[in-house]
């Protein structure tokens, strides 16, 4: 209809993807009424533009000087403009240009307060490099948006035609030579066809007696006849060509899909961009680099592996450490379904894992959650009578379950010959917290060990990749000096600040002149630039993308950048433009993790010399040991989540140098060890001042209090189980004893119980899982494979949540039923209150993404993120926001609403307080627990502020209570993590191992003056509302113990309302 193929060929010639998806942009591009905006994020589009109108194209970028003039010259002489790179956000002076808003009659348009001649010649094309731009609805409707975002299959023909052509050459010379000619026939045959169709319809009477007429008829024939052998023979010879290439389609689907899987990576973090080009680069260094093997088959399979194993090694250096499997998995994923080897179905339900019902565990070995778990796999028929077979063999199943590494042992009977994706199917119910280890084993296996084995950082092999267009970019972590190795490295090569070829530049308020000054001087003459953290200077960033473009272009030779920045704690606080991350090589660089490492890090910080400095050696150096262990303590716990701190901290090696700093002021200045003082300044101040909470700042208090104290001196402290302060000895001595004393890895290093680690390796396994399932491409799976398409399972699951969900509650009929407002009554009304908000919430937004489903309602940017959550089984943000903290993915989340709805109901039949209150079920556990004081406070008469709970525990459950207590409460519903309760003892005692969480027995609640508190022989715990803890927290309820409070604190014990 728009175009032929005789265009499309001179389109093809000019450097258009040859792909369908690029052949229908160009043809809408050339004939579109309205102005064309380009997506265009691979810059393929942009490419061929410049390639088709040459010199004739005049390019400017909006904010670039002069950029006015540029557009008004170009209208007025009827020019075409490309304006590239645009942002979300137009300026507004070009409003009237977009709309056409012409005026005399269609003659001028008006920019800014000038009127401009509007030739009609003039075209203007919009270019933006933005992936998924959010463009408003009028830019939308003023200009033709096109989305040249590269296809996997535009994408596999164009590396084709690369690999063939390196591999090849005689042969893709000769497909492009073919090509051209039979684009030259098309062209010259249109040629022929229109100047015969313009000659006859001009042609007057008979047409047979215009001799030149015929003549020309004659040899339009002749030409045809000679072009129709000539493309017959072309043809065969195109399909000889095809076969020969079509060996090597492997290769190219393979890079292909390796592209993708990078590209999705943005999702995870949005610092993680890469770009074509560069993945261009990475092609062909990985072909040349592949091993030589004459006969094809041989090669092939060298080609594929090393491109491979070249985008991982490319891709690892710049990822975190904890994203890095998530890659590997991903991409091994990605590559076994697309040979087959592995089932869409089951990697689908390994992902999502549908646990939606809680079932009791008949067996002692596994938890309500993983038998739960295996109920749900029993469901589908490869894994029929899985759970008959674990309650039937339970002796051999415990074998398997409780081995140090079930990932490597055989599964138990007729299992044992399950496929390695089924495997990790059973492991997941059974030990989510070997997953990550499992999902290791599983990558080794397919793909082969180098890719599992740890990759050092090789800054020399990565300086030899960088060029003056490909910078260096370092992605910063808290605690690590990114530069020191690249100082060490300028000073081998000879760049150094003293001879003036090494610039530094810390951006930050002001600094931006600096750099623009050292960027120039440096592309001339050659010289390396630095620019650290340049998250801290967002508004100059684009200025930076732009200048750095502009100085690559015939700049020295020698002349390179390097940047550093940090990540952006959420994808909507990510600062850095596309441009500066896609075309660099980024580099991550991370502290140690495990206390081995942190300890030899935190000692490193320091020599002998300044062990030698202090007068009072003895004690200097045995306070500064004890400061180290303290510092790696800090750090290591960040990894076990809520259970280590409450909330995140950035604690860095410059925190313990200036406590060693303080420590040695403090002993030259006081004649015996101020211990009090050195704890104060270092944990309330030095590492106190990064904690905003006050558990973690008591937790600090603790370990410096377990650490620092006199008995360091008499070499009896014990710093861990197993592990004494060592005795004086020189710097090397300290770093030799780390070594050989250090009991092996373990969270008892930390002072927590081995359960953390446990519940650590869960939570990344999970927070693992999640991601793969979001990466997942859209159009992986047909709607047949899967039984059914996401819209028909999010339309399942929204039919059921409206079929099950309660009605609101009648607040003027409770109302009416008691008239006494007592506290409890309030608390009641309250919660049914802030029910009624939610219930109303789901039931309005379920009903309108119903509709928008139907084609009845356009979908808003919310009902499509809502359609997004339900299909992933998560909670809608809408939701979640006026609910209360949760966990729980979807359906669990809502079976807990229905049970929360259910105990309200029961409580509004006569606002009399229950027999046992259900505390995990409030919105604001506070309000009850106040209630409680509030109405003892009444009774009694007592001044509330003077008031405290006391809680005694019960050896009952719910069911052994019929009525509630005269004065008080009884609650359930509470968990312990971290320790558990002994009912003979009374007791907070050490957790069983594996036992994550243990529930709680009744507590019964009461208020008392505060001076009557028995604080003796008692820790205070305090409880959240999740395990995610820091902001959900709601009491401290004071628990007998036998062992010092200390123990409890530095294992993290707390009590949880929810599961």
């Known amino acids: 209809m728009l175009t032929d193929d005789a265009t499309i060929a001179t389109w093809n010639n000019e450097g258009l993807p040859s792909d369908r998806m ?20 691979q810059q393929q589009g942009i490419k061929w533009i410049k390639n088709k109108y040459g010199t004739d194209l005049k390019v400017t970028h909006l904010g670039q000087k002069g950029f006015l003039n540029d557009i008004e010259t170009a209208l007025a002489f009827g020019d075409v403009i490309l304006i590239e790179n645009l942002e979300e956000t137009i300026d507004p002076v070009l409003d009237p240009l977009l ?29 933006t490099k933005l992936v998924n731009p959010h463009y408003k609805p009028e830019l939308q409707a003023q200009t033709t948006l096109l989305n040249f975002t590269v296809t996997e299959d535009g994408l596999e023909a164009q590396l084709l035609a690369e690999v063939v052509n390196i591999e090849r050459p005689d042969l893709e010379k000769l497909k492009l030579v073919l090509t051209k000619h039979q ?93 074509l080009k560069a993945f261009n680069m990475l092609f062909h260094r990985a072909i040349e680099q592949a091993d030589k093997v004459e006969d094809i088959p041989g090669r092939i399979s060298a080609l594929t592996e090393s491109i491979t194993h070249a985008v991982f090694l490319y891709t690892s250096q710049a990822l975190f450490e904890k994203d890095k499997l998530t890659f590997l998995s991903q991409m091994a994923f990605q590559i076994l379904l697309r040979k087959t080897e592995i089932d869409h179905l089951e990697l689908d339900f390994l992902l999502r894992f549908p646990v939606e019902h809680t079932y009791q565990s008949p067996v002692d070995f596994l938890t309500n959650q993983s038998w739960s778990a295996i109920k749900a796999v029993a469901l589908m028929e ?43 199917i059973i492991l997941r119910a059974m030990r989510p917290d070997r997953m990550t280890y499992a999902l290791r084993n599983f990558v080794e296996e397919k793909l082969g060990a180098k890719y599992v084995e740890r990759t050092r950082l090789d800054l020399v092999k990565a300086f030899e990749e960088s060029s003056p267009a490909t910078p260096i970019f370092f992605i910063l972590s808290p605690g690590v000096d990114a530069l020191k190795d690249l100082e060490i490295l300028g000073k081998r090569l000879g760049f150094t600040i003293d001879s003036g070829k090494f610039h530094n530049v810390s951006l930050g308020q002001g600094q931006e002149m600096v750099a623009e000054t050292a960027l120039e001087k440096a592309s001339r003459e050659g010289h390396w630039v630095i620019l650290q953290n340049v998250h801290l200077v967002a508004k100059w960033l684009r200025t930076l993308e732009k200048l750095l473009e502009r100085l690559s272009r015939g700049s020295h030779r020698d002349y390179r950048v390097v940047m550093s920045a940090e990540s952006a704690p959420t994808p909507s606080e990510h600062v850095i433009p596309q441009g500066l991350l896609e075309d660099s090589i980024k580099i991550t660089n991370e502290p140690p993790t495990g206390m081995l490492a942190n300890l030899h890090a935190a000692l490193y910080n320091f020599d002998q010399d300044t062990l030698e400095v202090c007068s009072k050696e003895q004690e200097f150096k045995s306070i500064l040991f004890s400061l180290c262990y303290f510092h790696a303590c800090v750090a290591g716990r960040l990894r076990f989540g809520p259970q280590g701190w409450s909330r995140r901290y950035p604690f860095s090696p410059g925190d313990l140098t200036i406590c060693a700093n303080v420590l040695y002021n403090y002993l030259e200045a006081n004649p015996n060890v101020p211990w009090e003082d050195l704890r104060y300044l270092f944990g309330e101040i030095m590492y106190g001042g990064h904690i ?61 119980h081995p359960n953390a680690e446990i519940e650590f390796l869960t939570v990344t396994s999970n927070v693992l899982f999640r991601t793969l399932l979001e990466m997942q491409p859209r159009n992986a799976v047909s709607s047949e494979e899967l039984g059914q398409c996401t819209e028909d399972k999010v339309k399942n699951v929204l039919d059921d949540i409206l079929e099950k969900l309660p009605e609101e509650f009648n607040m003027t009929e409770i109302m009416q039923k008691n008239p006494n407002r007592s506290p409890y ?27 928008g489903l139907k084609g009845e309602l356009t979908l808003s940017p919310d009902m499509e993120a809502q359609q997004s959550a339900m299909s992933y089984d998560a909670v809608p943000e809408t939701w979640s926001k006026l609910a209360y903290p949760s966990t729980y993915g979807l359906a669990q989340w809502f079976n807990d609403l229905l049970l929360r709805c259910r105990e309200l109901d029961t409580w509004t039949q006569d606002l009399a307080l229950p027999a046992v209150v259900w505390l995990s079920g409030f919105f604001n556990p506070q309000a009850f627990l106040t209630a409680i004081m ?16 006391t809680v005694d525990i019960t050896k009952k459950t719910k069911d052994d209570y019929g009525h509630p207590p005269r004065e008080g409460a009884y609650l359930h519903g509470l968990l312990m993590e971290g320790a558990r309760w002994d009912s003979q003892s009374g007791t907070i005692v050490e957790a069983r191992l594996k036992e994550l969480r243990s529930t709680m027995p009744v507590i019964f609640a009461k208020a008392i003056p505060v001076d009557r508190q028995e604080t003796k022989h008692t820790y205070a715990c305090p409880v959240y509302k999740t395990k995610r803890r820091g902001p959900h927290y709601v009491w401290t309820f004071r628990l007998k113990s036998k062992e010092k409070a200390a123990k409890w604190v530095l294992a993290g014990v707390a009590l949880l309302l929810e599961a």
């Open 99 to 127: 709309g056409r808003n012409t005026i005399k009659k269609g003659k001028y348009i008006k920019i800014g307060d000038k009127e401009c001649e509007f030739n009609h010649n003039f075209r203007l094309i919009l270019h």
């Open 692 to 752: 905003t909470d006050d558990w973690d700042r008591k937790l600090c208090c603790v370990y410096l209090e377990e650490f620092m104290n006199p008995s360091l001196m008499d070499d009896e402290l014990m710093l861990a189980p197993g592990f004494a302060a060592p005795p004086s000895l020189d710097y090397s001595g300290y770093h030799q004893y780390i070594e050989e004393m250090l009991p092996p890895e373990s969270p008892v290093l930390y002072g927590l």
């Open 183 to 275: 684009n030259d026939f098309k062209i010259e045959l249109k040629y022929l066809e229109d100047d015969l169709l313009l000659r006859l319809s001009v042609a007057e009477g008979s047409f047979l007696d215009d001799t030149k007429l015929v003549e020309r008829l004659e040899r339009a024939k002749a030409t045809a006849a000679e072009i129709e052998c000539k493309v017959i023979e072309a043809k065969e010879n195109e399909r000889k060509i095809n076969e020969a290439r079509e060996c090597y389609r492997p290769v190219a689907a393979r890079a292909s899909l390796l592209y993708f899987v990078i590209n999705d990576l943005r999702k995870i973090n949005p610092i993680y961009q890469f770009s």
């Open 22 to 41: 690029s052949t229908e942009n160009a043809a809408i591009l050339m004939h579109c009424e309205r102005w064309p905006l380009m997506i265009d994020p």
């Open 934 to 949: 509030q109405t003892t406070a009444r009774k009694n008469e007592w001044p509330l502020d003077k008031m405290c709970l």
């Open 825 to 851: 009554a309030l608390v009641c009304l309250q919660e049914c209150e802030r029910m009624n908000i939610l219930l109303r919430e789901i039931r309005v937004s379920l009903q309108q993404l119903e509709l």
């Open 382 to 424: 490869e894994f029929r009578g899985l759970d008959r077979d674990v309650e039937g063999s339970a002796k051999q199943w415990r074998k398997w379950a409780e081995s140090e590494c079930p990932e490597r042992e055989k599964l138990p009977q007729e299992w044992k010959k399950k496929s390695l994706i089924q495997k990790l």
